[in-house]
């Protein structure tokens, strides 16, 4: 790359780095026109025909500023539930909650056998572990919730660094690397139609494969597969998943690049995912009692703590499949905009 | 100490100038302009706007209201064109007016 082209990709990271910050809905034609007022900034700072100067585009960047406060001053409000001046300090917190959630979950169990309300022994088994774990999930997620309120707040208030945090002064030198463009590549897409095929096949001839494995002295003895512990497939529709993922993966090989056509078979990949998962989490909410899965588990407060878990997991998955769904839709409808952008 | 005297002063004539801004730019605006020549041209009367800035604020007052734009090519580069629109005009003539009546009120206090 000649020092020209690096110079105009510094200005692409710097307008990039804006647009993460930015809401979608004005995005582009905002990182647009700051295309054409850095370039006649840079133009006009050079002077002549000559060359453009790393020298000359970085200092045009430092006086744009930080592309955070760019973007704050274009969107006007945040555009974060907690944004990236107050970040670091919520995932330090998360981690003091994570550790202290279980810390305090273990000390109320100790405080219950010193009280004489619950035996040693208790807390010692497997199930009286599972049960300080299962308090310590429910510990955190409700001091998960609480942060994010208290943190919501200090960021849609906008106090200025809260935590008096001091911060070094920005440089163009700490803008991150163009992201990779979301174009498919042959070997992504040769994996992803072969492991479809895999698990389809799997699926529907050898389901006794998905499952929990019971091993005596080292050897396989018996599985206990995931339909029998109360989990229900709605297989019809899963195989028609797995069919219209292998003929957008098919399409995508051919064509090399996303097309209207693919997007929409991803939209509706979208929502059939959202439509499956959301059985299978109904049709399964036997699970954490089903006799089958505690007999796997071998102890049912693990088991209780086992299915809740995935049942939650299940839930996530379905939250970020709507707002995948509804991402995807928004730039399917989104007008289209007519000036392109270069240099 | 963040608190000193000169970053209390910094804050509090960012927060003078504010204002003076918005006047500032609508007063340009009664022709066309683009981002950079609007900043040239407040540059070239005396009043440096940095461009986190000017570029921001002409976005909030065409959302506003204030303002209308359009795209255009020219000299090969697609550039937004802003101009006062009507409610502009008027807001600009009624901010003069008050903008007016705050310096001699000020004059006055600061004797």
Known sequence: MTKQQESYELVERYIAEVGRHLPRNNREDVQKELHTLLLDTIEERKGGDGPISAGIVEEVLEEFGDPTRVARNYSGKPNYLIGPSIYPVFVNVLKIILCGSLGLSLLISVAQVMAGKRQFQDLTSLAGLG??????????????????????????????????????????????????????TF????????????????????????????????????????????????????NIWWGLAL?????????????????????????????????????????????Q????????????????TLLISLGIAILVNVGQAGFRLYRLLKPRNVLAMSF | MKN??????????????????????????????????????????GL?????????????????????????????????????????????????????????TMEGLMK
């Open chain 1, 131 to 184: 049960g300080v774990v299962d308090h310590a999930i429910t510990l955190f997620i409700s001091f998960f919730i609480v942060a994010i309120i208290i943190f919501g707040l200090i960021e849609r208030f906008g106090i200025e660094d809260p935590f008096d945090m001091e911060k070094e002064p920005w440089t163009p030198s700490k803008l991150p690397p163009l992201e990779e463009s979301d174009q498919p």
């Open chain 1, 187 to 238: 070997a992504g897409t040769s994996i992803k139609i072969y492991a479809t095929v895999l698990i389809m096949l799997l699926f529907n001839f050898s389901p006794d494969w998905f499952g929990v494995y019971f091993f005596e002295s080292g050897e396989k003895t018996r599985i206990v597969q995931l339909e029998e512990m109360g989990f229900h497939f709605p297989l019809l529709l899963m």
């Open chain 1, 247 to 291: 003929l957008k993966n098919f399409i995508l090989l051919r064509q090399k690049q996303w097309s209207r056509l693919t997007r929409w078979i991803e939209f509706g990949l979208g929502l059939l995912a959202i439509v499956i998962l959301g059985l299978i989490l109904v049709d399964s909410q036997t699970v954490t009692t089903s006799p």
């Open chain 1, 293 to 308: 899965f505690v007999t796997a588990i071998g102890h049912d407060v693990v088991a209780h703590v086992l299915g809740r």
């Open chain 2, 4 to 45: 000193t005297q000169a970053t209390l002063t910094d804050s509090l004539k960012q927060e003078l100038r504010r204002g003076a801004v918005v006047l500032a730019a609508l007063s340009q605006l009664d022709t066309e302009q683009y981002g950079y020549s609007l900043k040239r041209r407040l540059g070239d009367r």
């Open chain 2, 48 to 104: 440096n706007i940095d461009e986190g800035t000017l570029y921001p604020l002409l976005r909030r007052l065409e959302s506003q209201g204030l303002l209308k734009s359009d795209w255009r090519v020219e000299d090969g580069r697609p550039r937004r064109y802003y101009r006062l629109s009507t409610l502009g005009q008027k807001t600009m003539e009624d901010l003069f007016a008050e903008w007016e009546g705050l310096v001699k």
